[in-house]
């Protein structure tokens, strides 16, 4: 396999047998997921040293135009930023105000450990370390979800957060986004809104337990809504800090790229909500629900 994807429109090559055939080929070789991809995939080292997915031959009838996902044509727009630089925030307004449906690559993979599969425990391990799940986990669900939705705009939100996951992403969808918005923020400011995030005053838990106790449930229902209370695993100083980390050494250079192609809407974060759903308003306007 070579490093780089074969362009489209490169002769053909003669197929090279896959060394360890990814859930990408298998997958492509089951119609009834309806998914097409535009090459055959094989295993390679990526440039950290994990296992990433890459296209090994591209024949002519196996490429696919570009932001089709199977029959559909899609608008998809990566929100990026910071975590807690408000990307979630802004985006359920997105979704409530033009359309959009709000995928966000955190929530699935955390959907992906409660559901118990396989992948689970790899998955939540990376979380709490604070580090990027593989590129063919994350996409594997995010196109998932998109088959699944009849909508056509989707708003990818923490993704692409590598190199990997955004080359990957490219390869195996064809898709390339309308834009990337980016949410800018100090670190300051965002840890501050992660830790409170988390933060779940004595008196609720007081008040919670007093419940329990009312309907004599203490000892099964207490114990689930403490852990319930609890918020996100990696919404702790620790945690926090590598994950600053990662965004200014993995995240960063995704922007950049996107930067380059004049691609980027970069938006002030570090304003009250209300004011940055302004600006956002204003770089959605085109996509407006007609009344
Ligand atoms: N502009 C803002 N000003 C102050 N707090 C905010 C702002 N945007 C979001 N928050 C709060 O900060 C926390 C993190 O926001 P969230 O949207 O979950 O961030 P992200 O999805 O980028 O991690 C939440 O508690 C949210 O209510
Ligand atoms: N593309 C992605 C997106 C999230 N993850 C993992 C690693 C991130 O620290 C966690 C949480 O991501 P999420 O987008 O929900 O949250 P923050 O933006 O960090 O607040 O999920 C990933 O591995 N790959």
Redesign the pocket.
Known sequence: ATDRPTPQHAPRAPPTPPCDPSPWSRRRADPSTGIRFGAQLVRRRGAMGTVVDAPAVVTEKEVVAENMLGDKKVTVVFVL?????G??TQCSNIVEHFGFTHL????L??AEIKSGSENGTMIEN??KE????PSEV?IKLLQQAMIKNENDKFLI?????NEE?RAAFENVTKISPAFVLFFNCSEEEMERR?LGRNEVSFFTYVLMFGLCILIKTTLFLFPTICIILQGRV?DNIETIRK?FK?FVESSLPVIEYYDAKDKVKKIDAAKPIPEVFEDVKAIFAPYAKAT
Do not use: Q, W, Y
């Not at 604070?130 to 799940?133: L, S």
């Open positions: 930023g910071g975590p807690g630089s990307k979630g966000s690559a955190g929530d993979l955390r990376m979380i604070g580090k990027i799940v994350t939100d923490g993704f692409p957060r996951n992660l990696d994950r990662v």
